[in-house]
């Protein structure tokens, strides 16, 4: 058999035919303009890498800097652009050759992404916090990351007043691929998105200026389980595309419930195969569950971020859970609707112990960014609540709560940059005691920061709280709420311990000390505190925003 006939047979086999003559290669239509903020981030961040190249040392902060606020203030108004001109509701559509959804959910989620990384880069751009060394100010990133922490190369770096401006650029790569990732219609595109914003968040955990060993043993840990994660996701994504036959959501969603109209030969026999769709989606499903930092995908939570730079923890534990929980929501919504009942114990089942678990062991912490870090893990318990309601109003619950909790989140990190002793930051709890009397202007901030936490009413915590469980309650799961409200309770008792050890507790005579920060942190401590009380005192505009921005495009 010639070796024309057997390519031609093999054609055939795959579904493929060859193409008539006078057809030609037709170039992808990609739509810049609804993609504009992605495009700004990603263009600007190969400009800081070439800043970092070409800009002289002592003036690259500044630059970096500027490039920086720029870039997200510009993604920001495009994406309120794309919003006007209905995008989010009447012209929702898949872009760039179905890769990518511009819809309601999308725009609501990348602008809060966006609001939160600027707010959150005023916090990496503070140098008054640490006494200057050598005749420079110094910031929360090591002098040379590259440096062996306590080597002669590092003392060198340190006493010329270097410093590690490429986490400019390195925040606006993940920031990329975290705009990205919610709006993913494809599950190649949701992988590349995945690690687009992972990677840079790995080198961001391991450049810290004080502590590094400590540093880089978080950043290593997060690596490993991050990889991991990455590693179930794609597995999850090869399994899809054997019974579907393609990686588009659509097309996967067709397939699920059974109205697929032509099926591929060449996957004949493992399309329509329930066992590779329960076992994919499980796997998918786990690598994004790692993400939000639910139970049991949470251990990588408190090391990393105890570890890391507390401008990047604060960065991390906002931004980082607002994509991910966008593409747990186009996941189970736009793929996977035929599956909700299959999949609704597992998810009660997370739920349920992510609640409790955080809480609960929260109650034993000892270090302020610890117990911030099970607080994180308990809220994505709360925030599954709403997922799991599998209604219009569990979608507009679930991201009216990211929106509160995003800001709250950069807002208390910020706070714990500036309580200071001779070694850098003063995380240990026992080193707050009497920080009411030293400081009570920033005793007062975190502990409204802690109060919405907790759910308070007159904080934003309680409306979105309220809102994620009426959404539970009506889509059938009051169970959740009861356990959810328990939890609550629960949590609520370590917030006002910190609080009542910050205002009633004799303050030690070597106790540490509140430092002065620059207007940077200032502002980004006075948004958290403005949204906090703005979205808890008057939250209907923001909830209706939210309604409307709830319906997904398939």
């Given at each position: 058999?010639?070796?024309?006939?057997?390519?031609?047979?093999?054609t055939?086999?795959?579904?493929?035919?060859?193409?008539?003559?006078?057809?030609?290669?037709?170039?992808?239509?990609?739509?810049?303009?609804?993609?504009?903020?992605?495009?700004?981030?990603?263009?600007?961040?190969?400009?800081?890498?070439?800043?970092?190249?070409?800009v002289?040392?002592?003036?690259r902060?500044?630059?970096q800097?500027?490039?920086?606020?720029?870039?997200l203030?510009?993604?920001?108004?495009?994406?309120?652009?794309?919003?006007?001109?209905?995008?989010?509701?009447?012209?929702?559509?898949?872009?760039?050759?179905?890769?990518?959804?511009?819809?309601?959910?999308?725009?609501?989620?990348?602008?809060t992404?966006l609001?939160?990384?600027?707010?959150?880069?005023?916090?990496?751009?503070?140098?008054?916090?640490?006494?200057?060394?050598?005749?420079?100010?110094?910031?929360?990133?090591?002098?040379?990351a590259?440096s062996?922490?306590?080597?002669?190369?590092?003392?060198?770096?340190?006493?010329?007043?270097?410093?590690?401006?490429?986490?400019?650029?390195?925040?606006?790569?993940?920031?990329a691929?975290?705009?990205?990732?919610?709006?993913?219609?494809?599950l190649?595109?949701?992988?590349?998105?995945?690690?687009?914003?992972?990677?840079?968040?790995?080198?961001?955990?391991?450049?810290?200026?004080?502590?590094?060993?400590?540093?880089?043993?978080?950043?290593?840990?997060?690596?490993?389980?991050?990889?991991?994660?990455?590693?179930?996701?794609?597995?999850?994504?090869?399994?899809?595309y054997?019974?579907?036959?393609?990686?588009?959501?659509?097309q996967?969603?067709?397939?699920?419930?059974?109205?697929?109209?032509?099926?591929?030969?060449?996957?004949?026999?493992?399309?329509g195969?329930?066992?590779?769709?329960?076992?994919?989606?499980?796997?998918?499903?786990?690598?994004?569950?790692?993400?939000?930092?639910?139970?049991?995908?949470?251990?990588w939570t408190?090391?990393?971020?105890?570890?890391?730079?507390?401008?990047?923890?604060?960065?991390?534990?906002?931004?980082?859970?607002?994509?991910?929980?966008?593409?747990?929501?186009?996941?189970?919504?736009?793929?996977?609707?035929?599956?909700?009942?299959?999949?609704?114990?597992?998810?009660?089942g997370?739920?349920?112990?992510?609640?409790?678990?955080?809480?609960v062991?929260a109650?034993?912490?000892?270090?302020?960014?610890?117990?911030l870090?099970?607080?994180?893990?308990a809220?994505?318990?709360?925030i599954?609540?709403?997922?799991?309601?599998?209604?219009?109003?569990?979608?507009?619950?679930?991201?009216?709560?990211?929106?509160?909790?995003?800001?709250?989140?950069?807002?208390?990190?910020?706070?714990?940059?500036?309580?200071?002793?001779?070694?850098?930051?003063?995380?240990?709890?026992?080193?707050?005691?009497?920080?009411?009397?030293?400081?009570?202007?920033?005793?007062?901030?975190?502990a409204?920061?802690?109060?919405?936490?907790?759910?308070?009413?007159?904080?934003s915590?309680?409306?979105?709280?309220?809102?994620?469980?009426?959404?539970?309650?009506?889509?059938?799961?009051?169970?959740?709420?009861?356990?959810?409200?328990?939890?609550?309770?629960i949590?609520?008792?370590?917030?006002?311990?910190?609080?009542?050890?910050?205002?009633?507790?004799?303050?030690k005579?070597?106790?540490?000390?509140?430092?002065?920060?620059?207007?940077?942190?200032?502002?980004?401590?006075?948004?958290?505190?403005?949204?906090?009380?703005?979205?808890?005192?008057?939250?209907q505009?923001?909830?209706?925003l939210?309604?409307?921005?709830?319906?997904?495009?398939?």
């Amino acid at each position: 058999m010639s070796a024309t006939a057997v390519h031609s047979l093999w054609t055939m086999a795959g579904g493929v035919t060859s193409a008539a003559p006078e057809e030609k290669f037709k170039a992808p239509v990609i739509e810049y303009t609804q993609l504009t903020p992605v495009l700004i981030v990603i263009g600007v961040a190969v400009l800081g890498v070439l800043a970092e190249a070409f800009v002289p040392r002592r003036a690259r902060y500044y630059t970096q800097v500027f490039l920086t606020v720029a870039a997200l203030v510009a993604a920001f108004a495009a994406v309120i652009g794309l919003a006007a001109a209905g995008y989010g509701t009447t012209k929702a559509h898949i872009a760039a050759m179905g890769a990518v959804a511009v819809d309601g959910p999308a725009l609501f989620l990348q602008g809060t992404i966006l609001l939160t990384s600027l707010v959150a880069v005023f916090t990496f751009a503070e140098r008054r916090l640490d006494p200057a060394s050598h005749g420079s100010r110094v910031d929360s990133f090591a002098a040379q990351a590259a440096s062996v922490p306590g080597s002669d190369s590092e003392k060198a770096a340190v006493k010329a007043g270097f410093t590690t401006t490429e986490v400019f650029p390195l925040l606006l790569f993940a920031v990329a691929g975290m705009l990205v990732f919610p709006a993913a219609n494809d599950l190649l595109t949701l992988f590349v998105a995945l690690e687009v914003f992972s990677l840079p968040l790995y080198l961001l955990c391991a450049v810290a200026r004080r502590k590094r060993l400590m540093s880089q043993e978080a950043a290593v840990k997060y690596f490993l389980l991050g990889a991991f994660s990455s590693a179930f996701l794609l597995f999850g994504i090869a399994l899809l595309y054997g019974y579907a036959g393609s990686v588009s959501y659509a097309q996967i969603a067709t397939v699920v419930e059974g109205s697929i109209q032509q099926i591929d030969p060449a996957l004949a026999d493992t399309m329509g195969n329930d066992v590779l769709l329960l076992i994919g989606g499980a796997m998918i499903l786990t690598g994004l569950l790692f993400k939000v930092g639910a139970v049991p995908f949470h251990m990588w939570t408190p090391d990393v971020y105890q570890g890391a730079p507390t401008p990047v923890t604060g960065f991390m534990a906002a931004a980082t859970k607002v994509a991910a929980f966008g593409a747990l929501l186009r996941l189970l919504y736009v793929v996977l609707p035929g599956l909700t009942w299959d999949l609704r114990p597992v998810m009660w089942g997370i739920a349920i112990v992510t609640m409790v678990g955080g809480a609960v062991v929260a109650i034993t912490q000892t270090d302020i960014k610890r117990l911030l870090a099970y607080s994180s893990i308990a809220h994505a318990g709360f925030i599954l609540a709403g997922v799991i309601a599998a209604t219009p109003q569990g979608i507009s619950s679930v991201l009216f709560y990211l929106a509160t909790y995003s800001f709250v989140t950069v807002g208390a990190f910020a706070v714990v940059t500036l309580v200071r002793d001779a070694g850098g930051e003063a995380t240990h709890l026992s080193k707050w005691a009497g920080l009411g009397r030293r400081s009570p202007l920033v005793a007062a901030v975190f502990a409204v920061f802690l109060l919405a936490f907790a759910g308070i009413p007159l904080t934003s915590g309680f409306s979105g709280k309220f809102a994620v469980f009426k959404a539970a309650a009506e889509g059938g799961a009051s169970g959740l709420v009861v356990v959810g409200v328990i939890s609550s309770a629960i949590a609520a008792f370590f917030y006002i311990r910190v609080i009542v050890l910050m205002f009633f507790s004799e303050p030690k005579a070597d106790g540490p000390t509140v430092a002065v920060p620059s207007p940077l942190t200032m502002t980004t401590i006075a948004v958290g505190v403005a949204v906090t009380l703005v979205l808890g005192l008057a939250p209907q505009y923001f909830l209706d925003l939210a309604s409307q921005a709830g319906v997904f495009v398939r």
